[in-house]
């Protein structure tokens, strides 16, 4: 098992903190995602990147969001309100894990939050 990189002290404390997720809420994609992560580091988790120090348009054209067409917004109260975690994982200081202990549960809560679509404008197809 893999070690993660945790940045620690570093959390999105504002509730109102725009988090942005590849693709749909799919709850298939969710569940094949979370337990890669779990397969790896021992925790269920899914990748979402803070849009924090550049605006959102600039964090659609950087890899890996570049990569989807369609792009899931959320803030980091709705889901702290949905009972799940948000971890800073990894050394890019904009992405963090949605984590949570039990796996359709967490992908359940996960579906359930309120959120929105988008088109990515500068997806690379």
């Given at each position: 098992?893999?070690?993660?990189?945790?940045?620690?002290?570093?959390?999105?404390?504002?509730?109102?903190?725009?988090?942005?997720?590849?693709?749909?809420?799919?709850?298939?994609?969710?569940?094949t995602?979370?337990?890669r992560?779990?397969?790896?580091?021992?925790?269920?988790?899914?990748?979402?990147?803070?849009?924090?120090?550049?605006?959102?348009d600039?964090?659609?054209?950087?890899?890996?969001?570049?990569?989807?067409?369609r792009l899931?917004?959320?803030?980091?109260?709705?889901l702290?309100?949905?009972?799940?975690?948000?971890?800073?994982?990894?050394?890019?200081?904009?992405?963090?894990?949605?984590?949570?202990?039990?796996?359709d549960d967490?992908?359940?809560?996960?579906?359930?939050?309120?959120?929105?679509?988008?088109?990515?404008?500068?997806?690379?197809?």
């Amino acid at each position: 098992m893999k070690q993660r990189y945790l940045r620690i002290g570093d959390e999105l404390a504002d509730g109102e903190a725009v988090v942005v997720r590849g693709g749909e809420l799919d709850r298939e994609i969710l569940r094949t995602d979370a337990l890669r992560n779990h397969a790896i580091y021992g925790t269920y988790g899914i990748s979402v990147f803070a849009v924090r120090d550049l605006t959102f348009d600039e964090l659609a054209q950087q890899r890996p969001l570049v990569r989807f067409e369609r792009l899931t917004i959320m803030t980091a109260g709705v889901l702290r309100a949905a009972g799940l975690r948000l971890e800073p994982t990894g050394r890019n200081p904009r992405h963090f894990d949605v984590a949570f202990d039990d796996l359709d549960d967490g992908v359940d809560r996960l579906c359930h939050c309120e959120h929105r679509v988008v088109v990515n404008p500068y997806h690379e197809g």
